[in-house]
């Protein structure tokens, strides 16, 4: 569970006021938000409301309001006391993970400001400061004070936490393992002659991966068969979100056209059952058959071309 909490500097008279969000995350899935105004959660899931029973949600909006209205108390009185200029934000991330190995992690951090200020270590059960100054200093031995409170995060973190996150992901099974839309690859156009030479310009070979779920992808190219190191012939856009929840990634390399090379585009997911898929340069129509449903399963891959021309240009400017 992820909040966010705006304090604003005083209003009419010495009052505060303070706008609370919070999203809470399956994976990268967004499953529930929070608008604090009233503090009632919305479910974004169809099956998000089937992890626990009525009262158990009716149970946690009120757990949640009464935290929050402590938490805004708490963080008001510090201000102050601390001298603190508004308006400022708080952030706070919550929750745990699950590794492949059965065991887990829980983990609370705050942030002031958009930067690392504060976390709870769950294995110890005390808050340990991401920061040196004096306001960090101040919070961390103020939260260490309360004994019973790092008590009772420890059992949320370690156990509660544990135990109803495999609940959501059985739930939730189906959308966690989506897998990539059908998808099919582009026809591409080769190099262009340099008007002035006659000769092919620089290309830039354009890998475009995208409709993948889960997020993470490996996207490699290979020169005659071997892996190019990274360099400054590689560029890469970063793994990027798609509307529908699902991802992209964009990866180029710079080649020199007759040189004798072949190329390919390399990628590696969860989704292709442990294989790789491999699409040659030069072979970057749609392949016929049932190798394009195979791949259109799971992954929608477009490999397209550019004319390099401002690399010509600039060799041009500095010669």
């Given at each position: 569970?992820?909040?966010?909490g705006?304090?604003?500097?005083?209003?009419?008279?010495?009052?505060t006021s303070?706008d609370?969000v919070g999203?809470?995350?399956?994976?990268?899935?967004?499953?529930?938000?929070?608008a604090?105004?009233t503090?009632?959660?919305?479910?974004?899931?169809?099956?998000a409301?089937?992890?626990l029973?009525p009262?158990?949600?009716?149970?946690?909006?009120?757990?949640?309001h009464?935290?929050?209205?402590?938490?805004n108390?708490?963080?008001?009185r510090?201000?102050?006391?601390q001298r603190?200029?508004?308006?400022?934000?708080?952030?706070g991330s919550?929750?745990?993970?699950?590794?492949?190995?059965?065991?887990?992690?829980?983990?609370?951090?705050a942030?002031?400001?958009?930067?690392?200020?504060?976390s709870?270590d769950a294995d110890?059960g005390?808050?340990v400061?991401?920061q040196a100054d004096?306001?960090?200093l101040?919070?961390?031995?103020?939260?260490n004070?309360?004994k019973?409170?790092?008590?009772t995060?420890?059992?949320?973190?370690?156990?509660?936490?544990?135990?109803?996150?495999?609940?959501?992901?059985?739930?939730?099974?189906?959308?966690?393992?989506?897998?990539?839309?059908?998808?099919?690859?582009?026809?591409?156009?080769?190099?262009?002659?340099?008007?002035?030479?006659g000769?092919?310009a620089?290309?830039?070979?354009?890998?475009?991966?995208?409709?993948?779920?889960?997020?993470?992808v490996?996207?490699?190219?290979?020169?005659d068969g071997?892996?190019?190191?990274?360099?400054g012939?590689?560029?890469?856009?970063?793994?990027l979100p798609?509307?529908?929840?699902?991802?992209q990634?964009?990866s180029?390399?710079?080649?020199e056209?007759?040189?004798g090379?072949?190329y390919?585009?390399?990628?590696?997911?969860?989704?292709?059952?442990g294989q790789?898929?491999?699409?040659?340069?030069?072979?970057?129509?749609?392949p016929?058959?049932?190798?394009?449903g195979?791949?259109?399963?799971f992954l929608?891959?477009?490999?397209?071309?550019?004319?390099?021309?401002?690399i010509?240009?600039?060799?041009?400017?500095?010669?």
């Amino acid at each position: 569970m992820c909040g966010d909490g705006a304090i604003l500097g005083p209003g009419s008279g010495s009052t505060t006021s303070t706008d609370t969000v919070g999203t809470a995350l399956l994976g990268d899935l967004e499953t529930h938000s929070l608008a604090c105004g009233t503090c009632e959660i919305r479910f974004l899931q169809p099956w998000a409301q089937q992890g626990l029973t009525p009262k158990q949600w009716g149970d946690l909006e009120l757990l949640i309001h009464h935290y929050l209205f402590n938490f805004n108390r708490t963080v008001k009185r510090m201000a102050q006391q601390q001298r603190m200029g508004y308006p400022f934000v708080t952030q706070g991330s919550i929750g745990c993970e699950l590794h492949p190995n059965s065991t887990s992690r829980g983990f609370y951090d705050a942030g002031l400001n958009g930067e690392d200020f504060i976390s709870f270590d769950a294995d110890a059960g005390k808050w340990v400061t991401q920061q040196a100054d004096k306001l960090a200093l101040y919070v961390q031995d103020l939260l260490n004070q309360d004994k019973g409170t790092a008590s009772t995060l420890q059992f949320l973190l370690r156990t509660t936490c544990v135990n109803e996150l495999n609940t959501f992901a059985q739930y939730g099974r189906e959308s966690l393992e989506r897998q990539g839309e059908a998808g099919h690859l582009s026809p591409t156009a080769g190099p262009t002659p340099d008007p002035g030479t006659g000769t092919p310009a620089p290309v830039l070979l354009v890998c475009r991966v995208t409709g993948f779920y889960p997020r993470p992808v490996r996207v490699a190219w290979l020169q005659d068969g071997e892996e190019v190191a990274p360099g400054g012939r590689l560029n890469s856009s970063g793994i990027l979100p798609n509307t529908d929840l699902t991802y992209q990634l964009h990866s180029s390399l710079a080649v020199e056209p007759g040189a004798g090379h072949s190329y390919a585009c390399r990628v590696q997911h969860s989704s292709l059952g442990g294989q790789s898929l491999l699409i040659p340069w030069g072979r970057c129509t749609s392949p016929g058959g049932d190798s394009r449903g195979l791949w259109g399963r799971f992954l929608h891959v477009l490999i397209g071309c550019e004319v390099w021309r401002w690399i010509r240009r600039m060799e041009e400017l500095r010669g």
